[in-house]
């Protein structure tokens, strides 16, 4: 099982960033998904989950309107449009995926099975 973010980069406040992560070694319709953040001296926290059809879909409180999860089953990829970007933006961003969850997704960070090594963002003001 393997998950591979990319797309980070620097990026001045209100730009846009997207983020992709690449699933491999297994079914990738048969996980949810979900994106999440750590910034420096913080606990990672939920940016957005997104459940195994693609029918449901959640945002932290943080980026609501302003980010957008997504899936494509069909090239295994996992994607974050992030526009409006602002400087408490910046973590490291990971994708996750949840074997267990068969309907929705989990807004928890522990009931991710699958991590991918992370990628950074960083908003200049």
């Known amino acids: 099982v393997q998950l591979q973010a990319s797309g980070g980069g620097l990026v001045q406040a209100g730009g846009s960033l997207r983020l992709s992560c690449a699933a491999s070694?297994?079914?990738?319709?048969?996980?949810?998904f979900g994106w999440f953040r750590q910034a420096p001296g913080k606990e990672r926290e939920l940016v957005a989950a997104?459940?195994?059809?693609?029918?449901?879909?959640g945002y932290g409180d943080s980026v609501r309107g302003r980010f957008t999860i997504s899936r494509d089953n069909a090239k295994n990829t996992l994607y974050l449009q992030m526009n409006s970007l602002k400087p408490e933006d910046t973590a490291v961003y990971y994708c996750?995926?949840?074997?267990?969850?068969?309907?929705?997704?989990?807004?928890?960070?522990?009931?991710?099975?699958?991590w991918g090594q992370g990628t950074q963002v960083t908003v200049s003001s």
């Open positions: 997104i459940s195994r059809s693609g029918s449901q879909i």
């Open positions: 070694g297994f079914s990738f319709d048969d996980y949810a």
């Open positions: 996750a995926a949840d074997s267990r969850n068969t309907l929705g997704y989990s807004p928890y960070a522990g009931l991710y099975g699958e």
